[in-house]
């Protein structure tokens, strides 16, 4: 998985070393994957960030998205790029020394592997794939047509914050932007899948976006989530996902901290492989890794129907390292795990 490192000097002209805790910036896991081609800058109000270019590489090999991540020096200089929730929703900072923490809105995922059921379906691309937390496959719809239809069943109530709306580029045909690249259609929400209240409204939009958020004016109590078409440029209605975001109505008890974590380096110094108990009913962990147990920047996610045996490739060699662990669900995250070195 490619990724962003950095040499340090202490001139512009160098000579540059290269950085023991290389890489910087380093997203493997999540919904979208990938954080190299990575710029660097500061906000108005001082705080670091970092870009980098995810992968998607259906249409063509270099087909990329753009993702943003915090970023930032530690009392140290180390400089370190916070990919944890990457892409989940995150507050824009509003002033200098926000930390990652404070940014991240703590909605949680609610629509991984939920039951989706479509209007209709073209060729072999079901409705299942827009809750696969995959950009790279998609459901497409038999027309693109007025009235066409997603609906997510969540499982359970819950007070939902805000949804994605992804789409994909199947055939669509655009080559360029002209005045019918807009994209309209309405979001609704049930707590039956019975009677639907409209949550937001689009049907009047303007422009095109590929990749809609909508954040819910407050939550939405609701179990169902519905797309319900009205209009896309594209030649065929594709969406990639349909990613729903809150909490579970109530609330509940954060998930429970993984326990029996491992972490053997191999022969080739640059790989390790970690390992975890699982934790029943959780929707993925984070585990997260660095030089020492306070410098624990980097993040892999893995959601909690993939193994419990990660295959870490990233290390500097002679390099030693420290890994924790975490769970999440609907309700949180859990507590970290003690930090343990890898071996």
Known sequence: MYSTGVYTADNPLGPFTYAPY??????????????????????????????????????????????????????????????????????????????????????????????????????????????????????VAAQNRPGEWLTIDLGAMYDVTAVQVDYADYKSGLYGTDSNAVTRFRLLASDDGQKWAAVADLSAEQRDRPNAYLEMTSPVRARFVKYEHIHVGAANLAISDIRVFGRRWGGGPRPKTPQRLSAQRQADQ??????????????????????????????????????????????????????????????????????????
């Open 22 to 139: 290389n890489p910087v910036a380093y997203k493997p896991g999540g919904f979208v994957q990938g954080a190299g081609h990575g710029n660097t800058f500061q906000d108005v109000y001082g705080n670091w960030w970092n870009t980098g270019t995810p992968w998607i590489a259906v249409n063509w090999n270099f087909e990329r998205r753009i993702g943003l991540h915090p970023a930032g020096f530690d009392a140290d200089g180390q400089m370190f790029v916070d990919t944890r929730f990457g892409d989940f929703p995150h507050w824009l900072p509003t002033k200098a020394g926000q930390t990652s923490a404070e940014l991240f809105t703590g909605w949680m995922l609610l629509s991984y592997r939920k039951t989706a059921t479509a209007s209709s379906t073209l060729d072999t691309f079901p409705a299942s794939r827009v809750t696969d937390e995959n950009p790279r496959t998609f459901w």
């Open 270 to 343: 640059r790989n390790a492989v970690i390992s975890w108990q699982a934790v029943p009913g959780v929707v993925g962990y984070n585990v997260r890794w660095g030089i020492a147990p306070t410098k624990l920047y980097e993040t892999y996610q893995r959601f909690a129907d993939e193994r419990t045996t990660l295959d870490l490739r990233a290390l500097t060699v002679g390099q030693g390292y420290w890994v924790a662990i975490e769970s999440f669900d609907e309700n949180g995250v859990s507590a970290l795990s003690a930090a343990v070195p890898i071996r």
